[in-house]
């Protein structure tokens, strides 16, 4: 197989955890002392496999996400972050990011991530409210998750925050709050999540009194009214130069390797897009009109939008995307974007867009 020299950024899961907070549907297992050196083997195993499959492909960024990557010694994150120097062509600019959870490193330890090769820290903080991180199911404080961006910002590193909003009996207020808070840390880049209740999860199974759809709508508004920081995809804010070009690549329909456990991707071997399944090595051809649809789900989601190459505008609804204006828009760099107004309601587009 040949993958015709395309670029493919690597993902690695990393599905541990101190414990499993209440709102999480995600794979990870709460494991305190998990066996890292079998872990490492099946994750460089891994690499080795897809660089076989890829020949020395060039590699733009590298995420380590989880379950909480920051609890791997950094030792293990040398061993797989050198095995894929050694097998594929990481650019020298590569963007690395590691996810953590405050309260799992220490300035120490972080310090030591950077000089391996992290040079882009994502942190869970989810709220600087002590008792929303206790209903949340967190295991820091709000004092943590100021200390770490603290340390990170002093290595010289990019950082990120994430934060949760719509809690139960939470009002556009809150929200303004949170706005506040993150403008007044300095963050270049942040993700701003809804609550939303999954099933199998600690708060799938309570009654919460979660906020109506129009009051999470305004939180949503409130938002790019109040923070500093511009959006860019429907979660994630940033400043200019600071986007996350990782996950900027997925959005666009780049091409990617899932490594770990449940870890998703999008290979392209001989011309053909691949997704892959369960265990990161097996996959499955996708049909051009598959990977188009694709493109147009995660394409929407920017602020740039999709662009109208001919497989896509064989699966659009070209006609409806003409009929509503005030919810998307056609740019003249031959792309189809969603306005402000069309961002609120973005799923019930969608199934009006795609054929």
Not at 80 to 96: G, H, K, M, R, W
Not at 163 to 188: A, M, R, W
Request: charged share 20%.
């Amino acid at each position: 197989m040949s993958n015709m020299n395309k670029p493919h950024n690597i993902y690695i899961h990393v599905p541990f955890c101190m414990s499993k907070c209440n709102y999480c549907a995600f794979f990870s297992s709460a494991c305190a002392n998990p066996d890292w050196d079998k872990y490492a083997t099946k994750i460089t195993s891994e690499v080795s496999y897809w660089s076989k499959k890829l020949g020395k492909t060039s590699v733009p960024t590298i995420f380590f996400g989880g379950g909480t990557p920051s609890l791997m010694p950094t030792k293990v994150f040398e061993r797989i972050l050198t095995e894929i120097y050694s097998c594929f062509d990481v650019q020298p600019d590569a963007e690395i990011t590691l996810e953590s959870n405050p309260g799992t490193i220490d300035s120490q330890k972080l310090a030591d991530f950077c000089t391996i090769g992290v040079n882009r820290l994502s942190i869970g903080v989810q709220s600087l409210n002590d008792d929303k991180l206790r209903f949340l199911g967190r295991k820091h404080t709000a004092s943590d998750a100021l200390n770490l961006i603290h340390n990170a910002t002093k290595q010289n590193i990019r950082v990120s925050g994430d934060f949760i909003y719509g809690l139960p009996d939470e009002t556009t207020h809150d929200v303004i709050n949170i706005c506040k808070q993150i403008n007044s840390i300095g963050l270049q880049h942040c993700s701003l999540y809804e609550l939303t209740i999954e099933e199998n999860t600690p708060f799938g199974k309570m009654k919460l009194c979660m906020p109506d759809n129009q009051t999470m709508a305004d939180m949503y508004v409130a938002i790019q009214e109040n923070l500093k920081l511009s959006r860019y995809e429907v979660s994630n804010y940033a400043a200019p130069g600071q986007y996350c070009r990782h996950n900027q690549n997925i959005w666009d329909g780049g091409a990617y390797i899932g490594i770990g456990p449940t870890a998703a991707g999008r290979i392209f071997l001989d011309n053909t897009w691949y997704e892959q399944i369960g265990d990161g090595v097996r996959f499955a051809a996708l049909s051009d009109d598959e990977r188009a649809v694709e493109k147009i789900l995660t394409g929407l989601r920017t602020v740039h939008g999709v662009e109208l190459t001919d497989d896509v505008k064989k699966v659009m609804n070209l006609p409806f995307a003409k009929s509503v204006p005030d919810m998307l828009r056609f740019t003249e760099q031959n792309r189809l974007t969603v306005t402000d107004q069309g961002i609120l309601v973005l799923d019930d587009i969608v199934t009006k867009l795609v054929k």
